[in-house]
């Protein structure tokens, strides 16, 4: 606490009488403090609005996956284990879906559990509502509030599924009633799929209403420990860890008890199956019996029946018989009574003749005789012919009824052994619905013998590629927050000591007056240091206020394109503002104090003079006599100028140089960042397509499909997941190390071009195969592999499979790569480090120019091929790549604007300082007929070569600095391009310097012109 009042006096008076000085110091800590205190919590309020936003949606910290699923005891069990708060099982699958347009569509499709409610503690990766609301029945859906589909739209799920049954689902043809955000799908990548072009397009949710299936498909599991800690901290990664070892036992334990029941319940089905086929085939054997014991007697009775009838056929022949023959003798007697009729006429003629007389009377008496006998004849006859006529009423009688009899015989017979016929066709039937069963039992019982074992798989939030991508690109901001702002802080500490140094060389007078009117050192040195910790405490308050209001929202939304998570939340670091506030008091307070301590040294009756000139002499450019012969008058005195003040020279270069390396430094990182992705997918992968097979397809016929798309000089490529050790130095921390083998060695730089750091050309065909004892198996790694392991070539490592075994190899040379990490090596070494020869299992493809241009609908038609697993498009990951990288875009905005105000700021600073410190100068030169434009000239001409000469310093540190910030920004999996064109950004920093430096020159020229000579020269009076 200052006490004097004349001390109080003079600080207030610094501060009024100098606001451009103040101004200066102000802003720089202002530029300073805010840009680290802002890209200091951003970082840390991208990960606090994530840990919020997933914290509310309730995401599963692991999801459970078995490749027979779960049941409910499975639920039941994992809802027991030790620190697991809460269980929530569902389905998950992934199908084609048909929108209203009629265009087929992958869609990642999920179940919703039974109860949605807030207070529901089973209900995790809980939606987040945009419009609409949650599906509740059968029928119902919601989808991804960022796909273009309106509520009431419809959409039906074909038969094309991946990961479960079509089955399952109970309702194809379902309804959007609600748009939702999802915390699993925090990027706008959906992730990929082995339907269409193996993209995922969009996600939807169904209630558990539309499902109908016996298991579940998954799991979700959310720990109670990781409650209140934030999901990118170690803490949380080491409860995470410890729990995986858990759940890992505990899934592959209860996968193995659902496959044992399985087992037993297809072996109790099995059984069930031959016992009803037992049962069957004894049943069908008495039917058959029964079948045929019925054809036997229905043969007897019929052959029975058939002999009665052809017994009735003869006797009613017989009966024919008797009967034509008495209808003979009815006609003989007929004839013969007629003849006995016509011999009585002939009689009676002759009686007529006759006279009477005994001839005559005798004649009379044979005629009545023979009536008689005529008469008796016909008596008989009528007789005859009336029993004929019944015994011809009998025979008909006879017939209709054998007739009848023959009918009544065919139709029973027909019906009894159709009967018979349709019972053995049952039989036959049964026996082949037995001998089909059979088979189906053998199959069965086959598929049951070779069942695979069961696998669980445990995912975690690390697996979710949008949630593992996140932290890397917030690690990414921190890095820079802890690069660039404290190469800022050096910067303006430099300046500020020259500022400072001046300031206290200007009250040089002031100093040693006060000294001799008796004020103590302590005294005379607050006046400064509260003028530092005014200008550099205000500064760094007014800085860290506006950088943690502008820095971290405004690269969060830039993030937005990127990942929906939610509302922006500011976490505040205190102790990074207080570091930025703190670091910018230290700094002013430092350099004020050691300008004050060192002008005190003197005696008072000493500092109320003024300062001796600096005597002048020959500069070594003057021993440059072919130069400086040829210079004329005012650039021999800028000259002069320059190198006299060795103080001023240094601090001034010094100044530029920092702004130059900062503003080279942002544009080497942008185009780094820029240029990752073209320099992976287009200088180092030539090929258009990779494509992955299933196990079981034939490498060999999935070529010669994929020929019509210009394959037929695709190369067949083998990718073996392993782990790289190196004394106690392995590859934790990468997501996946490859070993990467291709069929063809030779021809692998054709798809894939391995080059040395320094360009020269790699070829895995020469590598050692590690078939002699005395050789190891040679390898290439990729750079960024290469670093971690702290190998190089000529170094040996070891080389560990999934399965543990382990090999050695020697590294034969380091390969450029930028995305992903890989070891190179040909079949013969492969085959020595595994134990087993490599598996070709992928292939690289090469477009023809009809589908060059049209890469997406050509790995819709490749991923339809059989066999195919998966394909993508190198041009969609150099797409996925350059948007991730594209999003540091704002950062490095703010890095150059922060740059160009910086340099701003330090030139107007050393410049004001010039012009001050030289005010007598100036004045002698106006005095001396100097016009306001030579007096500018002569002013600029200076400043100009001392920006030229600092931004060509600066050039050399943003080169250093550029290559500190790319690698701090780095990740395991994936680094940025240090080799740039800089010959265009050394031009493009150096011409953007150089007109700050105009511009400030055109800003203090009215400075210049505001001089006085008359006052200037006799301020020393």
Same mark, same amino acid.
């Given at each position: 606490?200052?006490?004097?009042?004349?001390?109080?006096?003079?600080?207030?008076?610094?501060?009024?009488?100098?606001?451009?000085?103040?101004?200066?110091?102000?802003?720089?800590?202002?530029?300073?403090?805010?840009?680290?205190?802002?890209?200091?919590?951003?970082?840390?309020?991208?990960?606090?609005?994530?840990?919020?936003?997933?914290?509310?949606?309730?995401?599963?910290?692991?999801?459970?996956?078995?490749?027979?699923?779960?049941?409910?005891?499975?639920?039941?069990?994992?809802?027991?284990?030790?620190?697991?708060?809460?269980?929530?099982?569902?389905?998950?699958?992934?199908?084609?879906?048909?929108?209203?347009?009629?265009?087929?569509?992958?869609?990642?499709?999920?179940?919703?559990?039974?109860?949605?409610?807030?207070?529901?503690?089973?209900?995790?990766?809980?939606?987040?509502?945009?419009?609409?609301?949650?599906?509740?029945?059968?029928?119902?859906?919601?989808?991804?509030?960022?796909?273009?589909?309106?509520?009431?739209?419809?959409?039906?799920?074909?038969?094309?599924?991946?990961?479960?049954?079509?089955?399952?689902?109970?309702?194809?043809?379902?309804?959007?009633?609600?748009?939702?955000?999802?915390?699993?799908?925090?990027?706008?990548?959906?992730?990929?799929?082995?339907?269409?072009?193996?993209?995922?397009?969009?996600?939807?949710?169904?209630?558990?209403?539309?499902?109908?299936?016996?298991?579940?498909?998954?799991?979700?599991?959310?720990?109670?420990?990781?409650?209140?800690?934030?999901?990118?901290?170690?803490?949380?990664?080491?409860?995470?860890?410890?729990?995986?070892?858990?759940?890992?036992?505990?899934?592959?334990?209860?996968?193995?008890?659902?496959?044992?029941?399985?087992?037993?319940?297809?072996?109790?089905?099995?059984?069930?199956?031959?016992?009803?086929?037992?049962?069957?085939?004894?049943? #069908?054997? $008495?039917? +058959? %019996? !029964?079948? /045929? &014991? @019925? =054809?036997?007697?229905?043969?007897?009775?019929?052959?029975?029946?058939?002999?009665?009838?052809?017994?009735?056929?003869?006797?009613?022949?017989?009966?024919?018989?008797?009967?034509?023959?008495?209808?003979?003798?009815?006609?003989?007697?007929?004839?013969?009574?007629?003849?006995?009729?016509?011999?009585?006429?002939?009689?009676?003629?002759?009686?007529?003749?006759?006279?009477?007389?005994?001839?005559?009377?005798?004649?009379?008496?044979?005629?009545?005789?023979?009536?008689?006998?005529?008469?008796?004849?016909?008596?008989?006859?009528?007789?005859?012919?009336?029993?004929?006529?019944?015994?011809?009423?009998?025979?008909?009688?006879?017939?209709?009824?054998?007739?009848?009899?023959?009918?009544?015989?065919?139709?029973?017979?027909?019906?009894?052994?159709?009967? #018979?016929? $349709?019972? +053995? %066709? !049952?039989? /036959? &039937? @049964? =026996?082949?619905?037995?001998?089909?069963?059979?088979?189906?039992?053998?199959?069965?019982?086959?598929?049951?013998?070779?069942?695979?074992?069961?696998?669980?798989?445990?995912?975690?939030?690390?697996?979710?590629?949008?949630?593992?991508?996140?932290?890397?690109?917030?690690?990414?901001?921190?890095?820079?927050?802890?690069?660039?702002?404290?190469?800022?802080?050096?910067?303006?500490?430099?300046?500020?000591?020259?500022?400072?140094?001046?300031?206290?060389?200007?009250?040089?007078?002031?100093?040693?007056?006060?000294?001799?009117?008796?004020?103590?050192?302590?005294?005379?040195?607050?006046?400064?240091?509260?003028?530092?910790?005014?200008?550099?405490?205000?500064?760094?308050?007014?800085?860290?206020?506006?950088?943690?209001?502008?820095?971290?929202?405004?690269?969060?939304?830039?993030?937005?394109?990127?990942?929906?998570? @939610?509302?922006?939340?500011?976490?505040?670091?205190?102790?990074?503002?207080?570091?930025?506030?703190?670091?910018?008091?230290?700094?002013?307070?430092?350099?004020?104090?050691?300008?004050?301590?060192?002008?005190?040294?003197?005696?008072?009756?000493?500092?109320?003079?003024?300062?001796?000139?600096?005597?002048?002499?020959?500069?070594?450019?003057?021993?440059?006599?072919?130069?400086?012969?040829?210079?004329?008058?005012?650039?021999?005195?800028?000259?002069?100028?320059?190198?006299?003040?060795?103080?001023?020279?240094?601090?001034?270069?010094?100044?530029?140089?920092?702004?130059?390396?900062?503003?080279?430094?942002?544009?080497?990182?942008?185009?780094?960042?820029?240029?990752?992705?073209?320099?992976?997918?287009?200088?180092?992968?030539?090929?258009?397509?990779?494509?992955?097979?299933?196990?079981?397809?034939?490498?060999?016929?999935?070529?010669?499909?994929?020929?019509?798309?210009?394959?037929?000089?695709?190369?067949?490529?083998?990718?073996?997941?392993?782990?790289?050790?190196?004394?106690?130095?392995?590859?934790?921390?990468?997501?996946?190390?490859?070993?990467?083998?291709?069929?063809?060695?030779?021809?692998?730089?054709?798809?894939?071009?391995?080059?040395?750091?320094?360009?020269?050309?790699?070829?895995?065909?020469?590598?050692?195969?590690?078939?002699?004892?005395?050789?190891?198996?040679?390898?290439?790694?990729?750079?960024?592999?290469?670093?971690?392991?702290?190998?190089?070539?000529?170094?040996?490592?070891?080389?560990?499979?999934?399965?543990?075994?382990?090999?050695?190899?020697?590294?034969?040379?380091?390969?450029?790569?930028?995305?992903?990490?890989?070891?190179?090596?040909?079949?013969?070494?492969?085959?020595?480090?595994?134990?087993?020869?490599?598996?070709?299992?992928?292939?690289?493809?090469?477009?023809?120019?009809?589908?060059?241009?049209?890469?997406?609908?050509?790995?819709?038609?490749?991923?339809?091929?059989?066999?195919?697993?998966?394909?993508?498009?190198?041009?969609?990951?150099?797409?996925?790549?350059?948007?991730?990288?594209?999003?540091?875009?704002?950062?490095?905005?703010?890095?150059?604007?922060?740059?160009?105000?910086?340099?701003?700021?330090?030139?107007?600073?050393?410049?004001?300082?010039?012009?001050?410190?030289?005010?007598?100068?100036?004045?002698?030169?106006?005095?001396?007929?100097?016009?306001?434009?030579?007096?500018?000239?002569?002013?600029?001409?200076?400043?100009?070569?001392?920006?030229?000469?600092?931004?060509?310093?600066?050039?050399?540190?943003?080169?250093?600095?550029?290559?500190?910030?790319?690698?701090?920004?780095?990740?395991?999996?994936?680094?940025?391009?240090?080799?740039?064109?800089?010959?265009?950004?050394?031009?493009?920093?150096?011409?953007?310097?150089?007109?700050?430096?105009?511009?400030?020159?055109?800003?203090?020229?009215?400075?210049?012109?505001?001089?006085?000579?008359?006052?200037?020269?006799?301020?020393?009076?």
């Amino acid at each position: 606490m200052v006490r004097s009042p004349t001390i109080r006096k003079l600080i207030f008076r610094d501060l009024r009488s100098s606001p451009g000085r103040f101004l200066a110091i102000f802003v720089m800590f202002a530029l300073g403090a805010g840009f680290f205190a802002g890209l200091g919590n951003t970082a840390p309020s991208m990960r606090a609005s994530a840990d919020i936003y997933l914290h509310e949606t309730r995401l599963a910290d692991f999801r459970l996956i078995s490749t027979y699923g779960w049941d409910s005891a499975d639920v039941i069990e994992a809802a027991k284990l030790p620190g697991v708060e809460s269980v929530m099982p569902r389905y998950s699958f992934t199908a084609k879906v048909a929108r209203p347009d009629g265009i087929p569509s992958v869609f990642s499709i999920k179940s919703l559990p039974l109860n949605t409610s807030e207070n529901s503690t089973s209900y995790l990766n809980r939606l987040v509502l945009k419009d609409g609301r949650l599906p509740a029945k059968s029928g119902e859906c919601a989808v991804d509030a960022a796909y273009a589909i309106e509520i009431g739209d419809e959409l039906t799920i074909t038969d094309e599924i991946e990961g479960a049954e079509y089955g399952m689902i109970k309702t194809k043809t379902v309804t959007v009633v609600g748009k939702v955000d999802s915390p699993e799908y925090i990027s706008y990548a959906r992730g990929n799929s082995s339907l269409g072009n193996g993209e995922i397009d969009s996600f939807l949710y169904l209630p558990p209403a539309g499902m109908d299936s016996a298991y579940y498909t998954e799991i979700c599991i959310l720990m109670e420990e990781t409650h209140g800690i934030s999901a990118f901290s170690d803490a949380y990664k080491d409860i995470v860890d410890s729990s995986k070892d858990l759940l890992e036992d505990f899934a592959l334990e209860r996968a193995e008890l659902r496959h044992r029941s399985i087992r037993e319940e297809a072996e109790q089905y099995l059984r069930d199956g031959e016992a009803d086929i037992a049962t069957s085939e004894e049943e #069908l054997r $008495d039917g +058959q %019996a !029964e079948v /045929d &014991d @019925g =054809r036997a007697e229905a043969n007897r009775e019929f052959a029975k029946a058939k002999s009665d009838l052809q017994a009735g056929e003869q006797k009613l022949a017989d009966g024919r018989a008797e009967y034509d023959k008495n209808a003979t003798g009815l006609a003989d007697g007929e004839a013969a009574l007629s003849d006995a009729k016509a011999q009585v006429e002939q009689m009676k003629l002759l009686l007529q003749t006759l006279p009477p007389g005994p001839e005559h009377d005798g004649l009379a008496a044979q005629i009545a005789g023979a009536e008689a006998q005529i008469a008796q004849n016909e008596t008989q006859l009528t007789m005859g012919r009336a029993a004929l006529e019944e015994a011809a009423a009998t025979l008909d009688a006879a017939a209709a009824e054998l007739s009848r009899g023959w009918a009544s015989y065919d139709s029973e017979r027909w019906a009894a052994f159709s009967k #018979l016929d $349709d019972a +053995q %066709a !049952e039989i /036959d &039937d @049964g =026996r082949t619905k037995i001998e089909d069963a059979k088979t189906d039992i053998a199959e069965a019982r086959q598929d049951l013998d070779e069942m695979d074992e069961p696998e669980a798989f445990i995912f975690e939030r690390e697996d979710n590629a949008a949630y593992s991508t996140f932290e890397p690109n917030a690690a990414r901001i921190a890095s820079l927050a802890a690069t660039i702002p404290p190469f800022m802080f050096v910067i303006a500490a430099l300046v500020c000591l020259t500022t400072m140094a001046r300031l206290v060389e200007e009250h040089r007078t002031r100093i040693g007056t006060l000294k001799a009117l008796g004020y103590g050192r302590g005294a005379i040195i607050s006046i400064y240091l509260f003028y530092a910790i005014v200008c550099s405490l205000a500064g760094s308050v007014a800085g860290i206020l506006a950088g943690i209001n502008i820095f971290p929202s405004t690269i969060w939304f830039a993030y937005e394109g990127l990942y929906a998570l @939610g509302e922006f939340k500011l976490e505040l670091r205190p102790a990074i503002c207080l570091i930025a506030l703190v670091a910018g008091v230290i700094v002013t307070v430092a350099a004020t104090f050691a300008s004050c301590y060192n002008e005190q040294r003197s005696p008072a009756a000493v500092l109320m003079r003024p300062r001796a000139p600096k005597a002048g002499k020959r500069v070594l450019l003057e021993r440059a006599t072919i130069i400086w012969k040829h210079l004329n008058f005012n650039q021999k005195v800028t000259m002069r100028n320059i190198f006299r003040y060795k103080k001023r020279l240094i601090m001034t270069i010094v100044g530029i140089a920092g702004c130059s390396a900062l503003l080279l430094a942002s544009f080497g990182i942008e185009d780094s960042i820029r240029s990752m992705a073209d320099r992976q997918y287009e200088d180092i992968y030539h090929y258009n397509i990779y494509v992955m097979l299933k196990d079981d397809a034939d490498p060999g016929i999935v070529k010669n499909e994929l020929a019509v798309f210009g394959s037929r000089d695709s190369l067949s490529v083998s990718e073996t997941s392993c782990t790289l050790l190196n004394g106690e130095i392995n590859t934790n921390g990468f997501n996946t190390i490859s070993a990467f083998v291709p069929e063809d060695a030779a021809e692998l730089n054709e798809y894939i071009l391995l080059r040395t750091m320094k360009g020269e050309p790699l070829s895995i065909e020469n590598l050692s195969s590690g078939d002699s004892g005395a050789e190891l198996p040679g390898v290439f790694l990729t750079d960024k592999l290469a670093a971690h392991m702290d190998v190089g070539p000529g170094d040996s490592l070891t080389i560990e499979d999934s399965d543990g075994n382990t090999a050695e190899a020697v590294v034969s040379g380091v390969t450029l790569n930028y995305v992903g990490a890989y070891v190179y090596m040909n079949s013969e070494a492969y085959e020595n480090v595994f134990s087993k020869p490599p598996q070709y299992k992928s292939i690289l493809m090469k477009l023809n120019s009809e589908y060059v241009d049209r890469v997406d609908e050509a790995v819709t038609e490749i991923m339809a091929i059989d066999g195919v697993e998966f394909a993508y498009s190198s041009s969609a990951m150099r797409e996925l790549v350059f948007d991730i990288a594209e999003n540091m875009d704002v950062v490095i905005m703010f890095i150059q604007q922060m740059s160009v105000m910086l340099a701003i700021v330090v030139l107007y600073n050393l410049i004001n300082i010039n012009i001050t410190e030289r005010e007598r100068e100036i004045a002698t030169l106006k005095v001396l007929g100097y016009r306001p434009r030579e007096v500018f000239l002569y002013f600029f001409s200076e400043s100009s070569i001392l920006t030229f000469i600092g931004a060509l310093f600066g050039l050399l540190g943003g080169i250093v600095l550029h290559r500190q910030v790319i690698n701090a920004i780095a990740s395991e999996d994936a680094s940025f391009p240090l080799r740039l064109e800089w010959g265009v950004l050394l031009l493009i920093a150096m011409t953007v310097t150089m007109l700050i430096c105009v511009v400030v020159n055109t800003i203090m020229q009215p400075k210049l012109r505001r001089i006085d000579p008359v006052s200037s020269l006799k301020s020393p009076e």
